[in-house]
């Protein structure tokens, strides 16, 4: 299958970006790089990471570009190893690209076909599969190596048979569980993994890894963009979502009204709730809820040293909308009250905190 046919059908790809497997180019995360350079110059690379951290900062990215490091045997046995550089010309590079690499395996939702859609988990006959190859020794002597990416799509049934292989690992062996939530990861798994908790990126990096993109990200107007990075928290993916002016404008026009409680707006909230409340209004509902979230999170963080006796009336209406969201999207429920019974408890919230 041609790279361009790989890159059409993966599940989680942005569209109109690389796949992290095709990608070269690396921003930030240099501790990350870091720990991996030491870990191979120095011969005691641990077996299995957990590589952790917002979606869309660059997890994926890493995992290939050590994996594409490891599997490189002048690379692998380089004493002044410096960085995970790897010439995207040279066969490796090619095979990673490829999931080729004899070497090299990936567990990933299976992408769709002309006859089943994507699948929605990591089915633990993929995992068997995929870690037959960590069965006999590598035939250059040098690692195997297994992504998984993510995390959150392992069931219960294929997280544990990847356990039974990471318990007992063979010999120059390499696992790298990519996970955008690793608290929830497998208790049993997570205390067999070296841990590395990737940070949101940068303004200025998030910036050179869009112009990186090529078209149509790299002639994206730059106050365009500069509205986007605000609302991206530092995650490349989430940046790219938002570009777009319609978008910034109405994360604009509900974090302004938020910013004025207690005292509310009545007529642009019930304008709001209306919108809101339309068969087609589904993208702007989440990013409604987004918008809410990220301005509760930013307002705990604002107030962290109130104590959390202080800060309980937040905490508690942050929980409610979570819930009641669920609720309405579970039983199909008009979303109108409930957007306007969210801005009257997030303005007591406020009165209550301040």
Known sequence: MSRDAQDAIEPDQFDGAPHPRNQFAFFGHQEGEGAFVEGLRSGRLHHAWLIGGPQGIGKATLAYRLARAVLDPQKANDAALSNLDVPPEGNVARQVSALSHPNFSVLRRAPPTDKKAASTTIPVDAVRKALNMFGSTAADGGYRVCIVDSAEDLTISSANALLKVIEEPPPR??????????????????????????????????????????????????????????????????????????????????????????????????????????????????????????????????????????????????????????????????????????????????????
Do not use: M
């Open 173 to 354: 062996s390499l696992f790298l569980i990519v996970s955008h939530a690793p608290q929830r990861v497998l208790p049993t798994i997570r205390s067999r993994c070296r841990r590395l908790l990737l940070r949101p990126l940068e303004s200025d990096q998030i910036k050179a890894a869009i112009r990186s993109l090529g078209e149509p990200w790299a002639g994206v107007p730059n106050e365009l963009l500069d509205q986007a990075l605000p609302y991206g928290e530092g995650s490349v993916r989430r940046t790219l979502e938002l570009l777009d002016a319609d978008k910034v404008a109405f994360i604009e026009q509900v974090t302004r009204l938020l910013e004025g409680l207690p005292r509310a707006d009545t007529k642009q909230i019930y304008s709001l709730a209306e919108a809101l409340s339309k068969r087609d209004a589904d993208d702007s509902y989440e990013l409604a809820l987004e918008t809410i979230e990220r301005w509760v999170s930013a307002k705990l963080r604002e107030r962290a040293g109130s104590g959390a006796a202080r800060l309980a009336p937040l905490v508690e209406v942050c929980e409610k909308i979570a819930r009641t969201a669920r609720e309405i999207d579970v039983f199909n429920l008009d979303r109108r009250p409930f957007i306007l019974t969210l801005f009257d408890d997030l303005a007591d919230a406020v009165r209550r905190t301040a």
